[in-house]
């Protein structure tokens, strides 16, 4: 299989969040993929242990407040942006880019002061993608090209 080339930022859908154009930075920097969140708690719920979360948050134009639950998921520890481990939620998901569906792990992490919600890590680029720092929104212009014709 060839490798895709993508920028260093982009726009994916995330299909089972049911959001269809979020700003993505790939940062080859971290391992795991994050994405931003609040109200991120583990809750029992009908007996069941379950992490629940809100994406986003308010200020943010595809919020929904929609809470979202998960019951297979896992914990963590991650180095964040300024080196600290911190013990975070991972969840296994989907995300669509270039046209195609992959699996994605995300660690869920409140990045609410940060400009991009979303940071894919090279777990998911490893042997799929090749970053060109020269470019951007490479996949969200292929998408816009096939809506026009």
């Known amino acids: 299989m060839d ?3 993508i920028g260093r930022k982009d726009k994916a859908e995330f299909p089972e969040f049911e959001i269809s154009e979020l700003d993505i930075k790939i940062d080859t920097g971290a ?3 994050s994405i931003h969140c609040h109200h991120i708690e583990e809750k029992e719920i009908d007996g069941k242990t379950l992490l629940t979360f809100c ?3 308010p200020s943010h134009p595809e919020y ?3 809470l979202f639950k998960f019951s297979n998921y896992k914990r963590k520890l991650v180095k964040n942006s ?3 481990s911190e013990n975070r939620f991972i969840l296994t998901t989907t995300i ?3 046209g195609e569906i992959f699996p994605i792990e995300l660690s869920l992490s409140e990045r609410e002061n940060m400009k991009y919600p979303v940071l894919i890590g090279r777990k998911l680029l ?3 993608f090749i ?3 020269t470019k951007t929104n490479l996949s969200h212009k292929l998408k816009t090209k096939k809506l026009k014709d």
């Open 64 to 66: 929904s407040e929609k």
């Open 131 to 133: 970053v060109d720092s």
């Open 96 to 98: 669509k880019i270039f």
């Open 126 to 128: 490893n042997k799929r």
């Open 82 to 84: 300024f080196g600290t």
């Open 31 to 33: 391992y795991t993929s």
């Open 3 to 5: 490798k895709i080339i």
């Open 55 to 57: 994406l986003l948050d």
